[in-house]
């Protein structure tokens, strides 16, 4: 699985968009951009994922870049509740989904503050 | 409401003793997974299984033993034999459908402690 590239750390104010970028420079034509979040002492949680066509549901928007290389994780409105570790994970697209891991990096710590 | 139940949340155990962590889904998911999380580590995969009655070893399985005997169900015991058994543990399911790209959805972990 391709490697990924976050900021460790990022603030928002609450009730303003928060970006959350990632670069995944190496990505290969067939692996997916997954993000999820951990709030502490929590499991994590899914959030959205994509290919190349950027995707919208009811917790955020995925904006991928039309080379693959990076994308952007944006919370339209973001409040305390979101302040969590927010990890970007590149996925292989397989046959065997159930052998292949999440890698979860170190990912960045969002802040929102009122 | 669907969802993945871990049990118990926080869990001690002696020195020398076998503790068995359980983890039931309702979501109808074939493949099931579990993972440990160090303080500032990421994720990385113990024991994963996608049908009933098979499972596979991940990356870290020494020390631990896992069972499927039912869909809902994918219970992780932590042996004696695993010299650093302190982390937190989580339970993830997916759909394992082929050709897919079904996110794996995880419990609320359950925190181990030696006494």
């Known amino acids: 699985d391709a490697k990924t590239t976050q900021p460790p750390s990022m603030d928002c104010a609450e009730g303003r968009a928060a970006n959350l970028p990632c670069n995944h420079s190496?990505?290969?034509?067939?692996?997916?951009v997954y993000w999820y979040r951990q709030i502490h002492s929590q499991g994590p949680q899914y959030i959205i994922h994509?290919?190349?066509n950027n995707e919208t549901n009811e917790m955020a928007s995925l904006i991928i870049t039309e080379d693959r290389k990076s994308s952007t994780l944006i919370l339209p409105h973001a409040t305390l509740r979101d302040t969590a570790v927010y990890y970007c994970?590149?996925?292989?697209?397989?046959?065997?989904?159930?052998?292949?891991?999440?890698?979860f990096g170190k990912g960045t710590t969002l802040s929102v503050s009122s | 409401d669907g969802g993945i139940t871990q049990s118990p949340k926080y869990l001690f155990r002696k020195e020398g003793q076998n503790v068995t962590l359980s983890c039931e889904q309702n979501?109808?998911?074939?493949?099931m997974y579990w993972y440990r999380q160090d303080p500032g580590q990421g994720l990385r995969l113990i024991y994963y299984?996608?049908?009933?009655?098979?499972?596979q070893k991940g990356d870290i399985a020494e020390g631990y033993s896992v069972s499927r005997e039912k869909k809902e169900s994918f219970p992780l015991t932590v042996t004696s034999a695993q010299k650093n058994p302190t982390a937190f543990y989580l339970c993830?399911?997916?759909?394992?459908?082929?050709?897919?790209?079904?996110?794996?959805?995880f419990g609320d972990g359950t925190r181990l402690s030696i006494l």
């Open positions: 993830a399911s997916s759909i394992a459908s082929g050709g897919g790209s079904q996110p794996q959805h």
């Open positions: 190496t990505i290969s034509g067939n692996e997916y």
């Open positions: 994509g290919l190349k």
């Open positions: 994970i590149v996925r292989i697209r397989s046959s065997n989904q159930a052998g292949t891991a999440l890698i």
């Open positions: 979501l109808n998911h074939d493949a």
């Open positions: 299984s996608q049908i009933v009655n098979d499972f």
